[in-house]
């Protein structure tokens, strides 16, 4: 975490549909989100707030192609060159005999790479500290944050109106963090 | 345009002690948090109790075990392989139901099993590690049990051998065990974060926040834990049908009769769904009651896993039938002979007690009465487990006592310390399920949030208040 801390303007919204509508007003006029904190994932928010589609899935799909390669490579190189063994009769590099396992580590290596690749994109992990704008928003409120130092076009009062023209259930508190 | 269709039943119902109003995102926290959040009340310790007391009593026989070796069990020449795997696999089956319901049913877009699924994986995660006990009793050497990995052992560099289902296993199950694990965690994490800004305590605080891995529901962490979820959706899937395909490998790569049939891999996964949907359903409906779970865990989830009972349980059937009329039609008499002494032979009551628990008792979830009737779920889902181990046993056992040397023809028992390292497993089971229960959050609270707009009805839509009375009633029908 920097030291410098930025002033926010927090909004508090009860209801989902509410929530996306002024998403969509509020960018309309230019003011820009920080982020909004959901209970629940929101279906499409992130497409609201243009951002980008994440690029998990192929993340995940090269850490299963590395498994595959991995599980082959290995199964190859313990039976059929580092020990030959006969086993019923069967070629050394018997590759039927090779698919449960090769299988399975892409699963294995292909989900904890994706799962890692999620923790580490998105900062979390044991011991890390959540910058919480208000605590409600893991309980029943969406919360809105918008940075006041990267929305030099309008003051504090003017995007307070905006907020309060959109819906927001109580007066926008100013937050440092 | 929106259509919502009028027959289906409300996921989450409105609460009569709340004044019959629509239930609220902030109900679904109080009512969910309130259990981990509280002290332990008395009928909770009384079970981790007991559960302890059989912990203590298994963790005796597994020490005799694994002190005086596997000659303690009831095992001998002719059947060198029976109770232990019978409870291996039968845990295995029962592992499989909640990564079903978190997986296949997220992909078929099923809504209900947002209340279901947390227990339903933990449940599962705690039947694959009691599975994976058995394989560590069964070794009699456990500290060796590296030796099933893949590693140099200290003589040179012989490897595992990977021809054998046996190693497959090894993979298959600690794949399993941890991208459960991993699922079910990271659906976790929201719901760790809201008890931590909820929690008082400072201890508490510091371990869920430690836990919720700073967790604060940004959409840009939300749109991602939804892509993750789908692709672990994705690949857990095709997983839990390998799983047990692999553990019926075990037998089916052998050439001994009654094992050697090509029809055990989707038999064995039917079966697996069977068996851990009926434990799911032990489970559950236990935990609801005792954590007055009725608006969450409704008729409606009932209803459903019941019907899963009923087409998996007829998928078994079928295969019972299927596989006597393959060994009637191979025209193999050692095949032919298997399968006529598994239905007369001296195991005849474990061959009868497995058609009548699996093909029969279900046939019962035909009628909506029984499917939608607590008290015949409960028991139906235990005699439905019952039935799932005697077919373990009754394939197991009966395909080996009886080899093709009839000088050698001998009967297994098992003795006190089998008996009592299942009995470790039960004890530890539940030990396991009871501390899940009451540390951690036992409903997904996030999902069950993004159902509650589309899954509750409004007041007066056309659903009386006297229906509502009717349901709420049945639904808190006491079962002890």
């Known amino acids: ?177 | 345009m929106q259509y919502t269709s009028p027959v289906r039943e409300p996921l989450v119902l409105r609460q009569m002690h709340k004044n019959d109003r629509k239930t609220t995102m902030h109900d679904i926290t109080d009512d969910i948090c309130r259990q981990v959040e509280a002290a332990p009340n008395m009928r909770w310790m009384i079970a981790l109790g007991i559960s302890l007391v059989v912990l203590a009593w298994g963790s005796y026989t597994l020490y005799r075990t694994w002190f005086f070796g596997i000659g303690e069990w009831g095992l001998n020449k002719t059947v060198g392989w029976a109770w232990d795997i019978t409870n291996f696999v039968w845990w295995v089956g029962i592992g499989h139901a909640g990564t079903l319901i978190s997986a296949v049913l997220l992909l078929f877009r099923q809504k209900w099993r947002a209340s279901i699924n947390r227990s339903a994986e933990a449940m599962t995660i705690f039947a694959v590690l009691c599975a994976g006990s058995f394989i560590l009793m069964h070794m009699g050497r456990p500290w060796l049990a590296h030796w099933a990995l893949p590693l140099p052992n200290t003589y040179g560099s012989l490897w595992v051998n990977f021809n054998s289902p046996l190693v497959w296993d090894v993979f298959a199950i600690s794949t399993y065990l941890t991208v459960s694990l991993v699922f079910w965690y990271m659906g976790l994490i929201p719901d760790l974060a809201t008890i931590r800004e909820r929690a008082k305590n400072p201890i508490s605080k510091f371990v869920y926040g430690l836990m919720s891995f700073g967790w604060d529901g940004s959409t840009k962490t939300w749109a991602r834990y939804e892509m993750m979820s789908l692709v672990l959706a994705g690949v857990s899937t095709p997983l839990v049908l390998s799983v047990h395909t692999i553990v019926s490998f075990d037998f089916a790569t052998s050439v001994i009769p009654g094992w050697h049939t090509t029809i055990f891999p989707p038999y064995f996964v039917a079966g697996a769904i069977f068996s851990g949907f009926a434990m799911v359903l032990t489970l559950m409906l236990i935990t609801r009651y005792v954590f007055k779970l009725e608006p969450y865990i409704t008729l409606a989830h009932i209803e459903s896993m019941n019907k899963i009972i009923l087409v998996t349980g007829s998928i078994v059937g079928v295969a019972y039938i299927t596989e006597f009329f393959i060994a009637w039609y191979s025209g193999v008499p050692y095949e032919q002979y298997a399968f006529i002494n598994r239905m007369f032979g001296p195991y005849w009551w474990a061959y009868w007690a497995m058609m009548s628990c699996n093909v029969i008792s279900p046939q019962f979830f035909w009628f909506k009465s029984m499917r939608t009737n607590i008290y015949a779920t409960f028991a139906l889902s235990i005699v439905v487990n019952i039935g799932m181990w005697f077919e373990r046993f009754v394939i197991i056992v009966t395909s080996l006592h009886r080899d093709y040397l009839p000088s050698s023809w001998v009967m297994f028992w098992p003795t006190y310390v089998d008996i009592g390292d299942y009995l470790f497993s039960f004890g530890f089971f539940f030990t396991c399920f009871f501390l899940f229960a009451k540390f951690l959050p036992v409903i997904n609270m996030a999902e069950v949030k993004t159902i509650l707009n589309s899954s509750t009805r409004e007041a007066g839509e056309e659903y009386t208040k006297e229906e509502h009375i009717g349901e709420t009633k049945t639904a808190t029908a006491h079962l002890f």
């Open chain 1, 1 to 177: 975490m920097s030291d410098t801390k930025k002033n926010f303007l927090v909004g508090v919204f009860d209801e989902e549909s509410v929530l996306v509508s002024a998403v969509h007003k509020i960018r309309e006029k230019g003011v820009k989100i920080h982020e909004v904190y959901t209970p629940y994932p929101v279906h499409d928010l992130d497409v609201h707030l243009g951002y980008k589609r994440t690029r998990l899935a192929r993340a995940a799909f090269l850490f299963a192609i590395t498994g595959t390669t991995l599980a082959i490579l290995m199964q190859t190189y313990m039976l059929g060159f580092a020990w030959p063994m006969i086993i019923g009769g069967k070629d050394f590099v018997s590759v039927p005999d090779f698919v449960p396992v090769t299988f399975e580590l892409t699963v294995l290596i292909g989900s904890l790479g994706m799962v890692a690749t999620f923790l580490i994109s998105n900062g979390l992990g044991p011991g890390k500290q959540a910058i919480m704008f208000d605590p409600r928003s893991t309980d029943d409120k969406y919360v809105m944050a918008i940075e006041l130092g990267n929305n030099t076009k309008f003051t504090k009062e003017q995007i307070t109106q905006i907020l309060m023209e959109n819906g927001v259930s109580e007066k926008p508190q100013e937050k440092e963090v």
